[in-house]
């Protein structure tokens, strides 16, 4: 490593093989690594804990959900909040050197859009927060991926960071419009994440829509053009397949699992599920363990 400006610059030949044109880690961050730059783009994520990130001479607190889009040659590091083994500040590291972009942009020639910003560099270091989890998942998919390397893996890494980089276009978009502009599309999505992740607490149309600024009726419409579903629908749909999932991999009881996944009528619960699933929450869970 060179040292500049009294950073360190990480050259990409450290981290990147032969072939393999992007590098993801999970890592625990201490008071040993000093601050640095790179030759390289580095989207991250806080999984666990809380601390400082010192970049471009700015201090951001962080906490579980942070992302960050890291640009060439910006200069920063991580800091922990404490040092105690039980609270460490984790983070996901995603790095690839900028004509990882070009060959993105060039094998996806319809996410030439969501590639051309950060290509240009016309992004400067900006954080984001991943408030439904959606962000979280990916990047333990893309992780599992990196580390496992099953066939195909260099194809879902270059779809995962397609999906990531959607997402930090999208949130420069928000930020550079007035509220008064803010998208429709907008609102759908992040009360769809909103649901994903909180599906077993009380959801009610009504309150998303006054979020949105947007009457019942215009919500209702635009939840159904985007999702195919109607609100009622998506959410029974989410609450069903993790029912299914409960069943299939717990030892709880049918109204222990009943109301984990957002359901206090033990009898409407009963009626649901037979009526999506087809069979009954007893009957789904002897077909999947006899099929295990």
């Known amino acids: 490593m060179s040292k ?5 610059v990480m050259p990409g030949e450290h981290f990147f093989e032969p072939g393999i044109p992007i590098y993801v880690n999970r890592a625990c961050e201490t008071f040993e690594m000093a601050e640095h730059s790179h030759e390289f783009i580095e989207i991250t994520y806080v999984s ?11 201090a951001v607190p962080v906490e579980h959900g942070t992302l960050f889009f890291i640009p060439i040659g910006r200069s920063h590091v991580f800091r922990p909040r404490t040092m105690r083994k ?3 500040l ?10 990882y972009l070009v060959e993105l942009r060039d ?7 969501l590639c051309e910003p950060f290509i240009e560099q016309r992004v400067h270091w900006f954080s984001m927060r991943d408030d439904a989890g959606e962000y979280h998942a990916l ?4 992780h599992r991926e990196f580390s496992a390397r099953p066939p195909g893996y260099l194809g879902v890494l270059a779809a995962l960071v397609v999906r990531i980089l959607a997402g930090l276009y999208r949130h420069q978009l928000q930020l550079g419009s007035p509220e008064r502009d803010r998208p429709q599309w907008l609102s759908i999505d992040e009360a769809v994440a909103y649901i994903d992740r909180h599906y077993a607490s009380s959801l009610r149309l009504g309150d998303f829509a ?11 419409r635009l939840f159904r053009k985007q999702t ?11 609450r069903m397949d993790a029912a299914c999932r409960q069943l299939a991999a717990s030892h709880q009881s049918v109204a222990e699992i009943a109301s984990e996944v957002g359901y206090s009528d033990l009898k409407f619960f009963h009626q649901l599920f037979k009526k999506k699933i087809g069979v009954t929450p007893r009957q789904y869970r002897q077909q999947a363990r006899s099929t295990s």
């Open 48 to 58: 666990e804990g809380s601390g400082v990130h010192y970049i471009a001479g700015d």
């Open 90 to 99: 984790i983070v996901y590291n995603c790095l690839f050197p900028a004509r």
């Open 139 to 142: 990047f333990r998919e893309m």
């Open 107 to 113: 094998a996806f020639p319809h996410a030439s859009e």
């Open 86 to 88: 039980d609270r460490p």
């Open 210 to 220: 006054a979020k949105a600024n947007l009457s019942e009726r215009q919500f209702s």
């Open 4 to 8: 500049t400006r009294s950073t360190f």
């Open 228 to 238: 195919g579903m109607s609100f009622t629908e998506y959410v029974q749909g989410i």
